[in-house]
């Protein structure tokens, strides 16, 4: 390359690998580097694949997604969206301090900016708690209330509203980590509902990751690409957490030999899951209504449900002694 | 260089001009994690990073 060749302003010798112009980001995992409009053009290939790959969306379907404002949700809203998938968001409200009112922000303007639709749910407003309070009151990390919190809370509304798929924003690290600690304890029955797609069944509706063929630097660069204004600071709950380990553990194999996570995760799902298929089949009977909520459930009181009556009475908690209980 | 860094947001000086990757690996963090913004703008990890250049390495791994 003669200098004149170089972009001005800066030297920057990489490529896109499709059209030559400068590159915006390389990408050791398909050998490569990528233009902005390539890079995208990858992203909504590599999300194409997913959902066609495991049947995740029907055409004309109305998805919900689950929007948190972080850097995963809002590029699968955004991907759905250009992809011509009719998509509405839902943001639950969790009380988790300053987290919470900037996460919310990020998702508002998200969709305020492109006129999409985003309900919202407020844990303590409408269900009288919040994360760092359930936490406390039911002695356990607030990810576990949190999540049960959220799954219920996401089916609820899509039942309520009609949609037959609620969207989550897992990523292939995400995914991955998941795997790499179920494989660890070999938890055959994890392993077997590990599947990107967890169908329909009695009252609940079908969810599907369409971004489990993206690793989370490529979704936040989508975001950057995009001009999408995620919130970068991570929720106070997270510290410590099991999988930023696994994630950790495996980007040092990535480094080694990139493609490693994808192989893994990907072969997975190719190779393994159709051996656990039965074992997958076999939890999903048995299901009654909640008395409370009517929501579908193993037992009288849906565990939801358990956790307000739980909840109720409870002090609201602050973030900061929320985790330091949790360090304990 | 001025280098932001996020989780907290706090800045480093750097001295330029050096390729974002062993800036990345200088402050020891791995690139399969990060994104290099130069000037507002995505770089490719063999970016060079000019000492008049406004960096952020951002992180992108989540622990949800
Ligand atoms: S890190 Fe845990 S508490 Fe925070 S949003 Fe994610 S699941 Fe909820
Ligand atoms: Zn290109
Ligand atoms: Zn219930």
Redesign the pocket.
């Known amino acids: 390359m003669s200098a004149t060749d170089r972009p001005r302003g800066g030297h920057q010798p990489s490529r896109c690998r499709v059209c030559k112009e400068p590159a915006v980001i390389d990408l050791p995992r398909h050998n490569a580097n990528f233009c902005a409009d390539h890079f995208l053009e990858l992203c909504r290939r590599q999300v194409t694949k997913a959902i066609e790959r495991f049947g995740m969306l029907a055409p004309g379907e109305r998805v919900l997604v689950a929007v948190?404002g972080g850097k995963d949700s809002l590029a699968l809203w955004d991907l759905l969206t250009d992809l011509g998938v009719e998509a509405d968001g839902l943001y639950v409200g969790?009380g988790?301090g300053d987290y919470s009112d900037t996460s919310g922000e990020h998702a508002r303007r998200f969709a305020r900016e492109r006129g999409l639709v985003l309900t919202e749910i407020d844990l303590r407003d409408e269900y009288g708690y919040d994360?760092p309070t359930a936490a406390v009151a039911t002695g356990r990390v607030?990810?576990s209330a949190?999540?049960l919190s959220?799954r219920h809370l996401f089916d609820r509304a899509a039942r309520d509203g009609g949609y037959p798929v609620v969207a989550t924003g897992h990523n292939l690290d995400d995914e991955a980590a998941v795997l790499y600690g179920n494989t660890l304890r070999w938890d055959v029955e994890m392993l077997a509902r590990q599947l990107p797609v967890l169908p329909a069944r009695a009252g609940f509706p079908r969810k599907v990751k369409p971004l489990v063929r993206l690793t989370e630097r490529e979704t936040a660069a989508w975001c950057l690409v995009r001009g999408i204004d995620y919130l970068v600071e991570e929720?106070p709950?997270?510290v410590g957490?099991k999988h930023l380990g696994y994630k950790e553990a495996l980007n040092r194999l990535e480094a080694e030999s990139p493609g490693a996570k994808a192989a893994f995760y990907l072969g997975f799902l190719d190779r393994m899951a159709p051996l656990l298929a039965d074992r997958a089949a076999q939890a999903v009977d048995g299901l009654e209504r909640c008395l409370r909520c009517g929501a579908p459930t193993t037992s009288e009181i849906c565990a939801f449900c358990r956790l307000v009556e739980r909840t109720a009475g409870h002090g609201p908690v602050p973030v900061e002694l929320a985790l330091a209980r949790g360090r304990r | 260089m001025k280098v932001v860094l996020r989780n907290p947001v706090r800045e480093v000086d750097i001295p330029g001009p050096r390729p974002a990757y062993l800036v990345l690996a200088d402050l020891g963090l791995a690139r399969e994690a990060h994104l290099v913004i130069r000037n507002g703008t995505l770089v490719p990890s063999d970016a060079r990073l000019e000492d008049d250049d406004r960096v952020e390495i951002r992180p992108v791994i989540s622990?949800?």
């Open positions: 948190s969790l988790i994360v607030p990810c949190c999540g959220k929720c709950m997270s957490n | 622990g949800g």
